[in-house]
């Protein structure tokens, strides 16, 4: 009877306009209405309106920050923030981080399903064949200045590649060169995919770069016979063929091998960073992506929205809290301190996640495995006394400020090895799947790509004349006018 009764629900909404007294019906669909429905809902100015509020051409949604706005339907991730959960296509983030490989996953988040082996292998094949990097490219990276931050090298680097593949730009080759693949056009389907290859294949190539360029060491080629993680690491730290952890090579040689260990952790935060639904990054790769430009440049896109502070600066954030605090014994007055808002607790609580980040636990113990082999970063143990102080603290549970991931995942790159302006990079080598993803599956959707233009809610002045220079009232104060630089000539 339930089931028939849930059947028989109006699955609308009613809509009352208290200005008109009209009524208006919209049907609910996944729980989401259509926002151009509110379109329909016009009225004639009342006293307080102004003529830029355009109350005759219907009603606008205001929702800054996108707090409660979806923009697509998608079939990729999947976040419960009350409940503390995250699925890649369905699959339990905790499942794949203890069973999976970044590879198999991004063939999951990719394509929606888990892969054969013969399906992995050449999707394994493909993207790894596709990490070597053109010679000019060397010239491209030494341009930079020796101190340049990576995540600019890296960002620069994306929207350079793209201009290497013309066959993949739909400015040159036509607006529908990606689209068409919704249609059943294999050759676009094809083109797409080459370019998925690349990207993947190429992400740890070009970071590994923007890491070894600042360090003045000539770039190393991309291994074969290695894992993802594991060749990113190769290209990252080798130098010579006498470096640490040592494996015989057949020819009676040694050759450079990633600590193992430290390879599957890498490949563990790379899952856990694939993807984390319509986050700023993603939506900006579609945001870009909507115009129809090459994925280089979408991607390139989103590389920049990570660089803020506060997307991808997070885990850089929590080793600069930890050092500031000093030791355990000043955790109590920091807290204290968070508390009278004079400081700001990093790695504590998320946008989404109201309970707990589902990715921190699992980081937990990656943490561990890590710190068997590196030994403990002197930070640890006021991380943990910060850990153990906030779970306890009242203040801090009632607002739901669990650890998240960037608490662990900073500590866990301090002790690799990897400077602090290099942790972002880290985020963005894993992200670019889940960026492909959504862009593909806009690619692909049935409907074809709207270019994405949202509304605003104008406040700024009305109508007014123009009036001659000479004829002016100087307008002044802090923010009002261009601020006067110093020159050093």
């Given at each position: 009877?339930?089931?028939?009764?849930?059947?028989?629900?109006?699955e609308?909404?009613?809509?009352?306009?208290?200005?008109?007294?009209?009524?208006?019906?919209?049907?609910?669909?996944?729980?989401?209405?259509?926002?151009?429905?509110?379109?329909?809902?016009?009225?004639?100015?009342?006293?307080?309106?102004?003529p830029?509020?355009?109350?005759?051409?219907?009603?606008?949604?205001?929702?800054?920050?996108?707090?409660?706005?979806?923009?697509?339907?998608?079939?990729?991730?999947?976040?419960?923030?009350?409940?503390?959960?995250?699925?890649y296509?369905?699959?339990?983030?905790e499942?794949?981080?203890?069973?999976?490989?970044?590879?198999?996953c991004?063939?999951?988040?990719?394509?929606?399903?888990?892969?054969?082996?013969?399906?992995?292998?050449?999707?394994?094949r493909?993207?790894?064949?596709?990490?070597?990097?053109?010679?000019?490219?060397?010239?491209?990276?030494?341009?930079?200045?020796y101190?340049?931050?990576?995540?600019?090298?890296l960002?620069?680097?994306f929207?350079?590649?793209?201009?290497?593949?013309?066959?993949?730009?739909?400015?040159?080759?036509?607006?529908?060169?990606?689209?068409?693949a919704?249609?059943?056009?294999?050759?676009?389907?094809?083109?797409?995919?080459?370019?998925?290859?690349?990207?993947?294949?190429?992400?740890?190539?070009?970071?590994?770069?923007?890491?070894?360029?600042?360090?003045?060491?000539?770039?190393v080629?991309?291994?074969?016979g290695?894992?993802?993680?594991?060749?990113?690491?190769?290209?990252?730290?080798?130098?010579?063929?006498?470096?640490?952890?040592?494996?015989?090579?057949?020819?009676?040689?040694?050759?450079?091998?990633?600590?193992?260990?430290?390879?599957?952790?890498l490949?563990?935060?790379?899952?856990?960073?694939?993807?984390?639904?319509?986050?700023?990054?993603?939506?900006?790769?579609?945001?870009?992506?909507?115009?129809?430009?090459?994925?280089?440049?979408?991607?390139?896109?989103?590389?920049?929205?990570?660089?803020?502070?506060?997307?991808?600066?997070?885990?850089?954030?929590?080793?600069?809290?930890?050092?500031?605090?000093?030791?355990?014994?000043?955790?109590?007055?920091?807290?204290?301190?968070?508390k009278?808002?004079?400081?700001?607790?990093?790695?504590?609580?998320h946008?989404?996640?109201?309970?707990?980040?589902?990715?921190?636990?699992?980081?937990?113990?990656?943490?561990?495995?890590?710190?068997?082999?590196t030994?403990?970063?002197?930070?640890?143990?006021?991380?943990m006394?910060?850990?153990?102080?906030?779970l306890?603290?009242?203040?801090f549970?009632?607002?739901?400020?669990a650890?998240?991931?960037?608490?662990?995942?900073?500590?866990?790159y301090?002790?690799?090895?990897?400077?602090?302006?290099?942790?972002?990079?880290?985020?963005?080598?894993?992200?670019?799947?889940?960026?492909?993803?959504?862009?593909?599956?806009?690619m692909?959707?049935?409907?074809?790509?709207?270019?994405?233009?949202?509304?605003q809610?104008?406040?700024?002045?009305?109508?007014?004349?123009?009036?001659?220079?000479?004829?002016?009232?100087?307008?002044?104060?802090?923010?009002?006018?261009?601020?006067?630089?110093?020159?050093?000539?």
């Amino acid at each position: 009877m339930g089931q028939d009764t849930k059947a028989r629900r109006d699955e609308s909404l009613t809509v009352i306009d208290n200005r008109t007294g009209k009524q208006y019906k919209v049907l609910i669909s996944h729980n989401a209405i259509p926002a151009p429905f509110f379109k329909s809902i016009r009225a004639p100015s009342g006293p307080n309106d102004r003529p830029e509020d355009e109350s005759e051409r219907g009603l606008r949604v205001s929702d800054r920050g996108f707090l409660n706005t979806a923009v697509i339907e998608s079939r990729i991730t999947y976040i419960d923030g009350d409940n503390g959960i995250l699925r890649y296509r369905g699959y339990p983030i905790e499942q794949l981080a203890s069973q999976s490989s970044f590879l198999e996953c991004a063939y999951l988040l990719v394509y929606g399903s888990l892969p054969t082996r013969v399906q992995l292998s050449h999707f394994d094949r493909e993207v790894l064949n596709h990490g070597v990097m053109h010679a000019d490219v060397a010239g491209f990276f030494r341009a930079f200045r020796y101190d340049a931050h990576p995540m600019a090298i890296l960002t620069s680097a994306f929207a350079y590649l793209g201009s290497y593949y013309g066959e993949a730009n739909p400015s040159l080759q036509g607006q529908s060169l990606y689209t068409n693949a919704a249609k059943g056009d294999l050759a676009a389907l094809r083109n797409m995919d080459k370019q998925i290859y690349r990207l993947i294949g190429k992400a740890t190539t070009l970071a590994a770069m923007a890491y070894r360029v600042r360090q003045g060491r000539e770039f190393v080629v991309p291994p074969t016979g290695m894992s993802y993680a594991e060749s990113f690491l190769f290209q990252l730290d080798h130098l010579s063929h006498s470096d640490a952890f040592k494996t015989t090579s057949t020819s009676g040689g040694t050759t450079y091998k990633p600590h193992p260990v430290l390879v599957r952790a890498l490949d563990i935060l790379f899952i856990l960073h694939a993807d984390h639904e319509l986050n700023a990054s993603s939506t900006t790769v579609l945001q870009t992506g909507s115009s129809l430009p090459d994925p280089y440049s979408a991607i390139a896109a989103g590389c920049a929205s990570l660089y803020g502070p506060l997307h991808g600066g997070a885990n850089e954030a929590v080793i600069r809290m930890l050092i500031s605090i000093g030791s355990p014994e000043n955790v109590p007055e920091f807290l204290a301190a968070v508390k009278r808002r004079e400081k700001v607790l990093s790695g504590f609580g998320h946008r989404v996640y109201k309970t707990s980040d589902p990715r921190s636990f699992i980081i937990r113990k990656v943490a561990d495995e890590v710190f068997a082999v590196t030994g403990a970063d002197p930070l640890l143990n006021t991380a943990m006394a910060l850990h153990d102080a906030a779970l306890k603290d009242d203040y801090f549970v009632s607002r739901k400020l669990a650890p998240n991931v960037d608490f662990w995942s900073g500590l866990i790159y301090r002790a690799m090895g990897f400077p602090m302006d290099f942790f972002p990079v880290l985020f963005v080598v894993p992200r670019v799947v889940g960026w492909l993803a959504h862009w593909r599956q806009m690619m692909l959707s049935p409907e074809g790509v709207k270019i994405w233009r949202p509304r605003q809610v104008y406040v700024g002045p009305p109508e007014r004349p123009y009036i001659p220079v000479e004829e002016r009232q100087a307008v002044e104060g802090v923010g009002k006018e261009p601020s006067v630089m110093v020159h050093s000539g």
